[in-house]
């Protein structure tokens, strides 16, 4: 409404890039299990009940497998097609 009457400046977006909406789903699955197993480690952690698991070992793995989701997702150049 303030844009409308020139009241504040006009807001330019970015244009958001295009994905497929398969890989979108997937993402977020696999975001929302590693969530879990990530709630599980810090459970564990702080009942003392981690003596069964190496909790360095499991939150390196997590920290791997999120890198690899960020490449995913990260934007593509102009020569590549979006995912």
Sequence with gaps: MREALGLVDTRRRRPMP????????ELGRIGGNLNQIARWLNIANATGSHTDID??????????????MTTL???????QPPC
């Design 18 to 25: 295009k994905a497929d909406p398969a890989l979108l789903r």
């Design 55 to 68: 909790a360095l070992v499991v939150a390196t793995k997590l920290v791997a497998i999120e890198r690899a």
């Design 73 to 79: 997702t990260a934007p593509t150049t102009s020569d």
